[in-house]
């Protein structure tokens, strides 16, 4: 069973919709949890992390974890063409505060 | 301040051919990791270095080996590469922050052909 599940996509909206994309875990004793946007042939960039249940806001971006439903989400208001990337949750291996597992990742697309 | 560097950005190698790919970090960051990204497969540990002067094998280490130099730098090689490392690495450096979790960086990657 694969420990951090993502829908691979491709997840598709207009400019300047939300777009909301969903990421669940196997481990309940996860801590950290993060999400990464990849562009295509480039690495993986931090855009959120979230500890805590509840939502946290960073401009356009919104990260929400449930840690009862072992879920964590991230919500891109007004989209934009530019959001066009493949988004990676990654959630804290239990035993470890630095390793990292990942998600397959979802792909998103923003039509114009 | 270059953050995460990797080197080289790509490679072709014949099987069984070896080789070493370079990583280094100007973050100050204790630990360490490679990874491998493949079609569809996520990112995949292929080994980690807490701190320097330990190394620890993740989830896929068979065919290769790792040395953390020093601090700054970390490497990865290939003893005798096979088609089935054909992949694109990844490099990555986490510290601790100020809410004493750990993030990781990563750097810009290496595409790796094994013919």
């Known amino acids: 069973q694969k420990e951090v599940e993502q829908n691979s996509g491709p997840l598709s909206v207009p400019e300047g919709a939300i777009a909301s994309l969903n990421c669940t875990y196997s481990d309940r004793v996860s801590q950290s949890f993060f999400w990464y946007r990849q562009y295509s042939g480039k690495s993986p960039e931090l855009i959120m992390s979230i500890y805590s249940n509840g939502d946290k806001e960073d401009g356009r971006f919104t990260a929400q974890l449930n840690k009862a439903s072992q879920y964590v989400s991230l919500l891109i208001r007004d989209s934009q063409p530019s959001d066009s990337a493949t988004y990676l949750c990654a959630v804290n291996v239990p035993d470890s505060s630095y390793k990292l597992i990942f998600g397959s990742g979802t792909r998103l697309l923003v039509r114009p | 301040n270059a953050g995460v560097t990797q080197t080289p950005k790509f490679q072709v190698l014949k099987t069984g051919q070896s080789m070493t790919l370079q990583c280094a970090q100007d973050m100050n960051h204790n630990s360490m990791y490679w990874y491998r990204q493949d079609p569809g497969m996520g990112l995949r540990l292929i080994y980690y270095?807490?701190?320097?002067?330990?190394?620890d094998k993740g989830e896929v280490p068979n065919g290769y080996n790792v040395s953390r130099l020093n601090k700054r730098e970390f490497s990865l090689r290939l003893e005798s590469a096979a088609p089935s490392q054909t992949s694109v690495y990844f490099c990555a450096s986490s510290g601790q922050g100020g809410s004493g979790r750990y993030t990781q960086y990563f750097g810009p990657g290496t595409r790796l052909t094994v013919l």
């Open positions: 270095s807490a701190s320097e002067g330990t190394t």
